[in-house]
């Protein structure tokens, strides 16, 4: 399987995607053995399956009752979800970082340049303060990568942050202030900005601090405040190592090496047309060491070209800190 990791990076069309999907699927099939477990109570042959059409999704609960590993190495780090007290956790066992390294990095150069002179600035509060978040690890890398001195986190240190958007709008310096929803808030109410070059993303979810809102609300809000345009979003979870993002609008594409699929909400083994909504199945390649092929709890809508939106969560849903507004 490690011949096939510089393939998934370097997929470019559909007809490539698909044939790396289907290599991936073959061996996940064999060495996955939660998801093995699956499709065997399914039914399913793994031979026969010759379309990415007809490959199945795993629940994504399956990381919180077993061990999703498609390889025999021990894992070099051990994700997990936030979670609330009694909650039981998703776990992901990543073998190899270095997958999760590269999927993150040209993800994120695919959608916002180079990371080497851009200014990040992090105001991520309740992904600090616990272990085993798989942003806080992304969001270190690109601190790292940074040249920028400026770049960092912050907690609460607001009017910190305050002074050195500031400075940083002064400067005509490119910044990306990524935050938990809630935090960004709590900044507003607080500060106010007019920095339209400013490209501020939402992580989503209160994490049980505030209300919910629906989207178009909360953006307002948001663009208001920091004056600017739109406001940006990524999509990740603890079960995925690559991440969706939007520049606006809740509006959100994948990178080359991902995909969304919808499926009928009250049969989850039939897949959906592009014009209805659906429950949120993924596809991503980057997982090769785990399961590529994900059912989440989402519900979403496609829209041409691939993107998509979130509109929502399955009800008694595990509540989950990315992307939790409904629409």
Same mark, same amino acid.
């Given at each position: 399987?490690?011949?096939?990791?510089?393939?998934?990076?370097?997929?470019?069309?559909?007809? %490539?995607?698909?044939?790396?999907?289907?290599?991936?699927?073959?061996?996940?099939?064999?060495?996955?053995?939660?998801?093995?477990?699956?499709?065997?109570?399914?039914?399913?042959?793994?031979? %026969?399956?010759?379309?990415?059409?007809?490959?199945?999704?795993?629940?994504?609960?399956?990381?919180?009752?077993?061990?999703?590993?498609?390889?025999?190495?021990?894992?070099?780090?051990?994700?997990?979800?936030?979670?609330?007290?009694?909650?039981?956790?998703?776990?992901?066992?990543?073998?190899?970082?270095?997958?999760?390294?590269?999927?993150?990095?040209?993800?994120?150069?695919?959608?916002?340049?180079?990371?080497?002179?851009?200014?990040?600035?992090?105001?991520?509060?309740?992904?600090?303060?616990?272990?085993?978040?798989?942003?806080?690890?992304?969001?270190?890398?690109?601190? !790292?990568?940074?040249?920028?001195?400026?770049?960092?986190?912050?907690?609460?240190?607001?009017?910190?942050?305050?002074?050195?958007?500031?400075?940083?709008?002064?400067?005509?310096?490119?910044?990306?202030?990524?935050?938990?929803?809630?935090?960004?808030?709590?900044?507003?109410?607080?500060?106010?900005?007019?920095?339209?070059?400013?490209i501020v993303m939402e992580t989503g979810g209160m994490k049980g601090k505030r209300k919910e809102m629906v989207r178009e609300e909360?953006?307002?809000?948001?663009?208001?405040?920091?004056?600017?345009?739109?406001?940006?979003?990524?999509?990740?979870?603890?079960?995925?190592?690559?991440?969706?993002?939007?520049?606006?609008?809740?509006?959100?594409?994948?990178?080359?090496?991902?995909?969304?699929?919808?499926?009928?909400?009250?049969?989850?083994?039939?897949?959906? !047309?592009?014009?209805?909504?659906?429950?949120?199945?993924?596809?991503?390649?980057? !997982?090769?060491?785990?399961?590529?092929?994900?059912?989440?709890?989402?519900?979403?809508?496609?829209?041409?070209?691939?993107?998509?939106?979130?509109?929502g969560r399955f009800d008694n849903a595990d509540i989950r800190g990315c992307n939790l507004l409904v629409q």
């Amino acid at each position: 399987m490690k011949t096939l990791i510089p393939q998934l990076f370097s997929i470019r069309d559909e007809k %490539q995607f698909n044939e790396t999907a289907l290599a991936v699927f073959k061996h996940q099939a064999a060495a996955c053995m939660p998801y093995h477990q699956f499709i065997t109570n399914l039914g399913v042959k793994a031979a %026969q399956i010759t379309h990415v059409a007809d490959i199945p999704y795993l629940p994504i609960s399956f990381f919180k009752s077993h061990s999703v590993v498609s390889n025999t190495d021990p894992a070099e780090v051990v994700f997990s979800s936030s979670g609330t007290t009694g909650q039981i956790q998703s776990r992901h066992l990543v073998t190899d970082l270095k997958v999760y390294e590269d999927s993150f990095n040209k993800a994120f150069t695919q959608f916002y340049g180079q990371i080497e002179n851009t200014c990040l600035l992090a105001l991520l509060p309740s992904y600090l303060e616990r272990d085993g978040s798989s942003l806080i690890y992304m969001i270190d890398s690109l601190l !790292n990568q940074s040249k920028h001195p400026d770049s960092g986190y912050f907690l609460h240190n607001h009017e910190e942050l305050y002074q050195k958007l500031n400075a940083l709008k002064t400067a005509g310096q490119k910044t990306i202030l990524i935050g938990v929803t809630y935090a960004l808030l709590d900044f507003l109410e607080l500060y106010q900005l007019d920095f339209p070059d400013l490209i501020v993303m939402e992580t989503g979810g209160m994490k049980g601090k505030r209300k919910e809102m629906v989207r178009e609300e909360l953006h307002a809000i948001l663009k208001n405040g920091f004056g600017v345009e739109a406001i940006h979003s990524e999509y990740g979870m603890t079960e995925l190592l690559s991440q969706a993002y939007s520049s606006g609008n809740g509006v959100f594409d994948c990178p080359n090496w991902m995909k969304i699929v919808l499926r009928d909400t009250n049969d989850p083994l039939t897949l959906l !047309n592009s014009t209805q909504t659906g429950g949120i199945n993924i596809i991503d390649l980057a !997982n090769i060491n785990s399961c590529s092929f994900i059912a989440t709890q989402d519900l979403g809508r496609l829209l041409p070209g691939g993107s998509f939106e979130v509109l929502g969560r399955f009800d008694n849903a595990d509540i989950r800190g990315c992307n939790l507004l409904v629409q």
